[in-house]
């Protein structure tokens, strides 16, 4: 599930949103700050507005998604933390990881169909590559319902992800899409979703990808499945600047000649 679902739970159970963040006093600040955020982002979800739209029961949402080798680290962080921790619920299918970025924008003046809006949107998105860091691993409870066992990025993976969230949201609005919420954002990447219990924050080891494509992803509520309908490449990120010593060294001005003491 992605924020943009957990915000369909919340819209749907506001009142529990809200209890979820205040039943977070006595936890860490970056804890309140995650709940915070997806309380937030709950206002901001578009609901479907027509009966064949709720039938149909369809979401769309852009996303990152790791690579291979991150994804099976993942896996491997979320075993260790379901037997560590008695964690217990429905988790993610491997495939289906992924760290959302921006769900679909309201619909304002429309001028195509919702799907091609999207598709327009993400070609209009010019944005730099990053680093994704995933360096710890977050439960949120609340009193009457289900809050997403997650891996969370670090702050260098935050405001990177943010401004690809920022020029997602931009393009939107340029084709009637209104998004709101935008800056109140904490990436993760959800790995389960289950009862309530005690909840969790804790460090792990840090599991790295090169974020080089976003995507546009069409969901189906209550079933754990994702179609891609749209790819667009990001741009190659800056690469880090060498400094050659040797050159640096001979380029270094003389020293003058200390007088003679004698």
């Not at 739970?9 to 963040?21: G, Q």
């Not at 860490?28 to 009966?51: G, N």
């Not at 891996?151 to 939107?172: F, G, M, V």
């Amino acid at each position: 599930m992605t924020v943009a679902a957990a915000g369909r739970w919340c819209s749907r159970n506001r009142a529990t949103a809200v209890t979820a963040v205040a039943c977070t006093e006595g936890v860490s600040l970056s804890l309140r700050l995650f709940v915070s955020a997806i309380a937030v982002e709950a206002q901001a979800i578009p609901t479907p507005s027509t009966p064949a739209e709720l039938a149909a029961g369809i979401d769309y949402f852009f996303a990152v998604r790791p690579d291979d080798q991150a994804r099976s680290a993942i896996a491997d962080a979320a075993a260790r933390f379901r037997k560590a921790q008695r964690v217990s619920g429905v988790a993610v299918p491997l495939d289906s990881l992924h760290l959302s970025l921006c769900p679909m924008g309201r619909p304002e003046r429309l001028r195509q169909p919702l799907e091609q809006a999207l598709l327009a949107a993400g070609a209009e998105v010019r944005a730099t590559g990053f680093l994704a860091t995933l360096d710890a691993a977050m439960r949120c409870i609340s009193k009457d319902g289900q809050f997403p066992f997650v891996l969370c990025a670090d702050h260098a993976t935050t405001q990177a992800a943010l401004a690809l969230r920022k020029a997602i949201a931009d393009a939107q609005r340029r084709v009637g899409l209104q998004v709101g919420g935008v800056s109140s954002f904490h990436p993760h990447v959800a790995l389960q979703f289950g009862p309530a219990i005690d909840a969790i924050e804790e460090s792990i080891t840090p599991i790295q990808w090169h974020a080089r494509e976003f995507l546009l992803l069409r969901s189906f509520f209550g079933q754990s499945r994702h179609e891609v309908i749209g790819c667009w490449p990001l741009e190659k990120e800056p690469e880090p600047e060498v400094v050659d010593m040797l050159a640096e060294l001979a380029n270094m001005p003389e020293l003058p000649e200390l007088p003679d003491p004698y």
